[in-house]
């Protein structure tokens, strides 16, 4: 990178980072307001997950697709064919440079570490953010977004959709009206495997002409490019860019748990699986979390615990759901009146079932999650995972990855400082920027 570009660089990140102070939202829409029925929406990432993310939103009808920043112009056949009037830009930070006027919310669908330095910047500049799960990549990003969001007043929501389905929001409100009495332990997993064991490839492949590397690495360390092992899905099994099966599906398979339970921030977290390796996230996790006693469980602290991959929750525990097979995603809520098995995407079950054979289930109406988000921007109620609550989800979840690193210690959490008892575990709290990524509150 040239002098000229890194200057450029610089210059833009300071000017987004007090924009907020500079150009309050109704300046920022006087200067160029749109329709009062029309949200102008941005998005960074235009395939995958994040094609679905901005399809989702545009399917509201106030949605209007103004620009697209990704790094990769050969996965962009299908959003070009979709929205042919689109915007389209490789680099992120030119999009927000130009079009922030012209913006009235922005979506996040990149990988895991590229969320924060984003979400910083787009909200410095007073634009409302619907961020994909994780939040962040690290718990330190995850505060800061957290607090801007709150200090700027503005509408966030991340996207963990299942939360306004009625099979999550049925789970909650079965716990909190007591259905299965008061919870004792949960025991929650995935079998997805975003996890590698062997050693990263000694090679060297030839970047693609249609690829930006530098941009995709981002504020992550730089390293040769390997075709198919990092961009564009196997990123989730790399430590600097993804955070493993747990970050993929925890804040979605957790979320119903810390919802319902009212879960404040974890008091100690101990992992009983494999350490990942210098570059890769281990498979096969079980991580237990003790969390501080809520109105909704039995003692003075409740256990929560994790497994993925062919890690599954222990025979006992299983044998609570009877013949039932196992789901490959799920939560088992053991309550003190009953059990509760909610499988991921499920209505939940109450068990055992000659105890609940007449129970009348609520019933409660999926919504958006999508256009929640596009309803309150335009003022139009609230959105119900903001990052007020996706924010301490996140960080609880992202404990789990962290602990893998230091198997079999238990590890207590100040979230208030945001520190563990253990000096070499406080490393990884907040993770470096490479130079000229500094996004200021973050780096």
Same mark, same amino acid.
């Given at each position: 990178?040239?002098?000229?570009?890194?200057?450029g660089?610089?210059?833009?990140?300071?000017?987004?980072?007090?924009?907020?102070?500079?150009?309050?939202?109704?300046?920022?829409?006087? +200067?160029?307001?749109?329709?009062?029925n029309?949200?102008?929406?941005?998005?960074?990432?235009?395939a995958g997950?994040?094609?679905?993310?901005?399809?989702?939103?545009a399917?509201?009808?106030s949605?209007?697709?103004g620009?697209?920043?990704?790094v990769?112009s050969?996965?962009l056949?299908?959003?070009?064919?979709? #929205?042919?009037?689109?915007k +389209?830009?490789?680099?992120w930070?030119?999009?927000?440079?130009?079009?922030?006027?012209?913006?009235?919310?922005?979506?996040?669908?990149?990988?895991?570490?590229?969320?924060?330095? +984003?979400?910083?910047?787009s909200?410095?500049l007073?634009?409302?953010? #619907?961020?994909?799960?994780?939040?962040?990549?690290d718990?330190?990003?995850?505060r800061?977004?957290?607090?801007m969001?709150?200090?700027?007043?503005?509408?966030t929501?991340?996207?963990?959709?299942?939360?306004?389905?009625?099979?999550?929001?049925?789970?909650?409100?079965?716990?909190?009206?007591?259905a299965?009495?008061k919870?004792?332990?949960?025991?929650?997993?995935?079998?997805k495997?975003?996890?590698?064991?062997?050693?990263?490839?000694?090679?060297?492949d030839?970047?693609?002409?249609?690829?930006?590397?530098?941009?995709?690495?981002?504020?992550?360390p730089?390293?040769?490019f390997?075709?198919?092992?990092?961009?564009?899905?196997?990123?989730?099994?790399r @430590?600097?860019f993804?955070?493993?099966?747990?970050?993929d599906?925890?804040?979605?398979?957790?979320?119903?748990v810390?919802?319902?339970?009212?879960?404040?921030a974890?008091l100690?977290?101990?992992?009983?699986?494999?350490?990942?390796?210098?570059?890769?996230?281990?498979?096969?996790? +079980?991580?237990?979390?003790?969390?501080?006693?809520?109105?909704?469980?039995?003692?003075?602290?409740?256990?929560?615990?994790? #497994?993925?991959?062919?890690?599954?929750?222990?025979?006992?525990?299983q044998?609570?759901?009877?013949?039932?097979?196992?789901?490959?995603?799920?939560?088992?809520?053991i309550?003190?009146?009953?059990?509760?098995?909610?499988?991921?995407?499920?209505?939940?079950?109450?068990?055992?079932?000659?105890?609940?054979?007449?129970?009348v289930?609520?019933? @409660?109406?999926?919504?958006?999650? #999508?256009?929640?988000?596009?309803?309150?921007?335009?003022g139009?109620?609230?959105?119900?995972a903001?990052?007020?609550?996706?924010?301490?989800?996140?960080?609880?979840?992202?404990?789990?990855?962290?602990?893998?690193?230091?198997?079999?210690?238990?590890?207590a959490?100040?979230?208030?400082?945001m520190?563990?008892d253990?000096?070499?575990?406080?490393?990884?709290?907040?993770?470096?920027?490479?130079q000229?990524?500094?996004?200021?509150?973050?780096?």
């Open positions: 990178m040239s002098d000229s570009q890194l200057a660089r610089r210059a833009f990140l300071k000017q987004a980072a007090v924009a907020g102070v500079a150009a309050p939202f109704f300046v920022r829409n006087l +200067i160029s307001a749109p329709p009062s029309t949200v102008r929406l941005g998005s960074f990432g235009g997950m994040a094609f679905v993310t901005l399809d989702m939103l399917t509201h009808p949605i209007k697709l620009c697209v920043a990704d990769d050969a996965r056949d299908p959003l070009k064919a979709k #929205y042919p009037g689109v +389209i830009y490789q680099d930070r030119e999009m927000l440079q130009k079009e922030h006027r012209n913006l009235d919310a922005v979506c996040v669908g990149t990988p895991d570490h590229m969320h924060a330095p +984003i979400a910083m910047s909200m410095a007073k634009l409302p953010v #619907y961020g994909q799960k994780p939040l962040a990549h718990i330190f990003e995850v800061k977004l957290t607090e969001a709150r200090k700027k007043k503005l509408v929501q991340m996207g963990i959709q299942i939360h306004s389905r009625s099979e999550y929001k049925t789970a909650v409100q079965l716990v909190q009206t007591g299965i009495g919870i004792q332990e949960v025991h929650s997993w995935s079998s495997k975003w996890g590698d064991m062997d050693p990263v490839p000694d090679r060297t030839p970047i693609p002409s249609t690829l930006n590397w530098d941009m995709w690495i981002g504020a992550g730089m390293r040769p390997l075709r198919g092992y990092y961009h564009p899905a196997n990123w989730r099994k @430590i600097d993804g955070t493993a099966t747990f970050g599906m925890g804040c979605h398979i957790y979320d119903p810390f919802g319902a339970l009212q879960l404040t974890p100690t977290v101990r992992s009983e699986g494999p350490a990942p390796g210098p570059r890769n996230w281990s498979i096969n996790a +079980i991580v237990h979390y003790t969390f501080p006693a809520t109105p909704f469980t039995e003692g003075k602290t409740v256990k929560v615990t994790w #497994y993925d991959g062919d890690a599954k929750p222990p025979q006992e525990v044998a609570l759901i009877g013949e039932r097979k196992l789901p490959d995603q799920g939560s088992i809520f309550g003190t009146k009953g059990v509760m098995l909610l499988e991921h995407i499920g209505k939940p079950i109450l068990l055992p079932e000659k105890q609940f054979a007449g129970f289930m609520p019933q @409660i109406e999926s919504v958006s999650h #999508y256009h929640q988000f596009v309803d309150a921007v335009m139009k109620g609230k959105t119900s903001g990052f007020d609550y996706a924010g301490p989800l996140t960080e609880a979840v992202l404990l789990g990855p962290l602990a893998t690193r230091f198997p079999n210690t238990t590890l959490w100040n979230a208030r400082k520190k563990f253990h000096a070499d575990a406080n490393q990884y709290v907040r993770r470096r920027y490479r000229g990524w500094e996004v200021k509150g973050l780096s």
